[in-house]
Structures are given as structure tokens and as C-alpha cells.
Nanobody
């Protein structure tokens, strides 16, 4: 049974930082590209960042470039999202997801097969 478990969310002020973690089990983690998505109230789930299984490739949505960094530790079956200079518009539930797609440039949620339950990030102004 595949499980993705996110943690690290919380309530912070604008300009603060958070690091999200996602621990995977039940799958060969090193064979999957991993992604982070987010969903704000009343909005569709949107792509945030992705990293290849080899860590050689990463991709970010424009709104987080230069502020967020995705990384992974295959020995720990964990993917991270370091979020700096947070803004109120970053407020959302953040989800990690896995994909067997061979590119980090696939941003549609339908390209990802396993999902975590999400962790809430709230940024106050």
C-alpha cells in the first residue's frame, strides 16, 4: 500500500520560511519523479514544483521561482519543499505526489498517480 505523508505546514507571517516534508512508503521511491501541488479555497489544484528521481532536474511554477526549492533524499524516501519569503497568496493545502512520467515538466495533476493527504500552509499579512 502506497502512502505519502506530508508534514511541516503551519501558520506563519509574510516573509517567513517553512520546510515541508513528504515521506513515501510502499513504492520504490527512487524510481519516481516527485511533485508538490497546492490548492487554495475555491481554486483548482495547481502545480508548484517537481524533481526527477535522479535529482538532476527540477521545475517550478513561475510564482515560486527564486523562493521555493524542491529537493529529495532517496535514502530517506523523502521529498522536501523549502519555502522562503512566503506571501499571503501562498496560503493553501500543499500536497506531494508521485509520477512515473519521465519528465519534470508535466504539470497536470492527472499525470501523478499517488497523493498525500496534504498539509495546511497559512501565511498572514
Amino acid at each position: 500500500q502506497v502512502q505519502l505523508l506530508e508534514s511541516g505546514g503551519g501558520l506563519v507571517q509574510a516573509g517567513d520560511s517553512l520546510r515541508l516534508s513528504c515521506v513515501a512508503s510502499g513504492l520504490t521511491f527512487s524510481m519516481y519523479n516527485m511533485g508538490w501541488f497546492r490548492q487554495a479555497p475555491g481554486k483548482e489544484r495547481e502545480f508548484v514544483a517537481a524533481i526527477s528521481w535522479s535529482r538532476n532536474s527540477t521545475y517550478y511554477t513561475d510564482s515560486v521561482k527564486g523562493r521555493f526549492t524542491i529537493s529529495r533524499d532517496n535514502a530517506k524516501n523523502t521529498v522536501y519543499l523549502q519555502m522562503n519569503s512566503l506571501k499571503p497568496e501562498d496560503t493553501a493545502i500543499y500536497y506531494c505526489a508521485s509520477t512515473r512520467a519521465n519528465s519534470v515538466y508535466y504539470t497536470a495533476p492527472t499525470m501523478y498517480n499517488y497523493w498525500g493527504q496534504g498539509t495546511q500552509v497559512t501565511v498572514s499579512s
